[in-house]
């Protein structure tokens, strides 16, 4: 059984190319869904499930749901 880590992210929705990537010792998450109706989230969830290489199921959003500078729980 995996562990779940807490890894904090910075997202930056309406982005034209979509990744995860790393600035200096942050993590970035470039999506281009807006912030709107909580669309940026979601898509955020997905990329990160990639980047990790777990089900989207897996990843959850612990704090930060209104704000660019989020918390996501990985695995579990």
Do not use: W
């Not at 890894?7 to 995860?20: E, I, Q, W």
């Not at 942050?26 to 990329?47: D, K, M, S, T, Y």
């Amino acid at each position: 059984m995996a562990l779940a880590h807490t890894v904090a992210v910075t997202v930056k929705p309406g982005s034209k190319k979509p990744g995860v990537t790393t600035e200096g010792d942050a993590l970035v998450v470039r999506v281009r869904a807006r912030a709107i109706e909580g669309a940026a989230n979601e898509e955020c969830v997905r990329a990160l499930a990639a980047h990790y290489g777990v089900a989207p199921s897996k990843v959850q959003l612990i704090r930060g749901s209104r704000g660019r500078r989020k918390a996501f729980r990985i695995g579990g």
